[in-house]
């Protein structure tokens, strides 16, 4: 995520979700499917619907930005680690996640190390980790190491010169933007 956007830029961006997030989940074509390996087909579905069409998007984008199939794979399934069967991530969380991330960065990012949460913040605490989740459930779920870095690293850290990664930040960004 590009930190460089304001917070109000960001909390209309959460505004925006909650707006277009009914409960309709995107199509997936042969080649989206393809992509996904069973466990993380499993993993795809229990995502609030917003997300998974907020995956397909980022998707369908690099499809026409890049031929790097591990860049296009991690562009379908780099949230992933927001799925979660035991808990509900609510839009008043969406929102805390914007502000925190921004105001307590360092604090923040020791809860999100956290093993676990208090059943209040469950939600919150899996938007904080789900880089972290996302690129554990994606090795899981037998992807390669480079599709399993590109999650990791796509809201923070890696390589400032990959290029590839880059793209996947400027796609996720246009999206929620668009
Ligand atoms: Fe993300
Ligand atoms: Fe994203």
Not at 51 to 60: E, F, I, K
Not at 72 to 89: E, F, N, S, W
Request: proline fraction near 4%.
């Amino acid at each position: 995520m590009n930190m460089s956007l304001s917070l109000p830029y960001r909390l209309r961006q959460v505004r925006a979700y909650s707006a277009t997030s009914q409960d309709i989940a995107p199509t997936l074509c042969a080649d989206a499917q393809h992509r996904l390996t069973e466990p993380m087909a499993h993993q795809f579905r229990i995502l609030p619907k917003g997300d998974q069409r907020h995956l397909v998007a980022v998707y369908q984008r690099l499809l026409n930005e890049t031929d790097d199939d591990d860049t296009i794979t991690a562009g379908l399934i780099h949230d992933v680690g927001k799925a979660c069967a035991k808990c509900r991530i609510t839009l008043m969380d969406r929102g805390f996640h914007v502000i925190l991330s921004r105001i307590a960065k360092g604090p923040y990012r020791a809860f999100a190390t956290r093993e676990t949460a208090p059943g209040w913040c469950r939600g919150l605490h899996r938007l904080a980790n789900h880089a972290e989740r996302g690129a554990l459930a994606a090795e899981q779920a037998g992807y390669n190491d480079r599709v399993i870095y590109l999650i990791r690293c796509h809201e923070r850290g890696g390589d400032p010169s990959d290029t590839q990664l880059a793209l996947l930040r400027r796609i996720d960004d246009e999206v929620w933007r668009s």
